[in-house]
């Protein structure tokens, strides 16, 4: 094995080249899009960073429409406390491995089980983690063939959340707007999609329109009486 030039195993002057680091950037990116498992980069409060091609595909989209989106809002939890536990575990600063369970509706129109496979992972031991997510589907004959559920009348506060959503408001907003926080407004959503059999917050304003809980015809959206 040669060392490099002039090298001697003491310390040495570290030189940046930058032409090279953007040539190993953008090296990574293309092995990033090339992994056949679809795969998501997060920020601390689980908003998608970053996606590959797979992970596109899978919601028949591009990757630059599912940037910024609450990784949540793509997937339904099957068991609340599996998210739980990563937020605590973010709170301690921890890296580990972590499982999620979840159901979704494919780009392709088919619902699916699988789980997300989470690891929390900074660049400092001081820093919140961010998120890799990374999807496997389960086989096929595993994922449930489950109809919606039967529709309950939601809460007025989750019908004026619904008419929120349906104007572009962010959950920030929306718990602005209605004197919540923004985990009282996601635990509504969530709520929501549990009852409903929703995937995403697309499906919840949908079926809000279908159920009559929003008032069709009118703009800005407002929650039937």
């Known amino acids: 094995m040669a060392l490099p030039r002039g090298d001697t195993y003491g310390p040495r002057e570290a030189t940046v ?28 409060h689980g908003t998608v960073r970053l996606v590959n091609a797979a992970f596109a595909l899978e919601w028949g989209t591009t990757a630059g429409r599912l940037k ?15 998210v739980d ?3 605590r575990a973010q709170k301690a600063r921890r890296r580990s491995r972590y499982t999620v369970v979840v159901d979704w509706l494919g780009g392709d129109g088919v ?7 989470v690891d929390t992972v900074s660049e400092t031991a001081h820093r919140v983690p961010d998120l890799l997510v990374t999807v ?6 595993a994922v449930p063939d489950r109809t919606p559920p039967p529709a309950t009348r939601p809460h007025p ?29 996601t635990y509504h959503l969530r709520q929501l999609s549990r009852r409903w059999g929703a995937s995403n ?6 079926r809000a329109y279908a159920e009559g809980v929003l008032v069709a015809g009118v703009w800005p959206p407002r929650a039937a009486s």
């Open 157 to 185: 506060q989750e019908a004026r959340i619904l008419a929120l959503l349906a104007a572009g408001a962010t959950t920030a907003r929306a718990a602005r707007e209605t004197g919540l926080t923004t985990d009282g407004v």
């Open 17 to 44: 080249d930058t032409g090279d680091a953007v040539v190993w950037r953008n090296r990574a990116m293309v092995l990033f899009d090339r992994i056949p498992m679809p795969v998501a980069v997060c920020d601390p």
């Open 85 to 87: 536990r990563i937020a």
């Open 136 to 141: 496997r589907v389960f086989d096929a004959a």
């Open 68 to 82: 910024g989106r609450p990784i949540l809002d793509l997937f339904a939890p099957v068991d609340e406390a599996q």
């Open 111 to 117: 619902r699916r089980r699988g789980e997300l496979i």
């Open 201 to 206: 917050r697309t499906e919840l304003v949908a």
